[in-house]
Nanobody
Framework: QVQVAESGGGPVQAGGSLGLSCVAS????????MGWYRQVPTKEREYVGEITKGGETNYAESVKGRFTIYRDNGKNTVYLQMNSLQPDDAGVYYC?????????????????WGQGTQVTVSS
């Protein structure tokens, strides 16, 4: 089994900053892409950005220039630094990871999701 867990959510005022972390654990052999998504109850889950194992990043247009994604492969951890936050940025932020897991003789590949961490932005 593989577990993914986000942390760092909380309240922030508009214009402020907040940093999130996401750690993958379990019988992990390798992790490829790690991504961030967000969701509010009335909308579908929205893509925020992602990062490859080699550090190449992609961002949604709505967050480009304000959010930064980086990772520590030795810790199986991806980070999301959010700056200039606005009320529209509020929601539950989810992390996922494309993982090769199991044993060397018997392994699998799948995408795992965390349970999310709440971000609220006050105006």
């Amino acid at each position: 089994q593989v577990q993914v867990a986000e942390s760092g959510g909380g309240p922030v005022q508009a214009g402020g900053s907040l940093g999130l972390s996401c750690v993958a654990s379990g019988r992990i052999l390798d992790i490829d892409i790690m991504g961030w998504y967000r969701q509010v109850p009335t909308k579908e889950r929205e893509y925020v950005g992602e990062i490859t194992k080699g550090g190449e990043t992609n961002y949604a247009e709505s967050v480009k220039g304000r959010f930064t994604i980086y990772r520590d492969n030795g810790k199986n951890t991806v980070y999301l630094q959010m700056n200039s936050l606005q009320p529209d940025d509020a929601g539950v932020y989810y992390c996922n990871a494309g993982v090769r897991y199991g044993n060397i003789d018997e392994y699998y590949r799948d995408v795992f999701w965390g349970q999310g961490t709440q971000v609220t932005v006050s105006s």
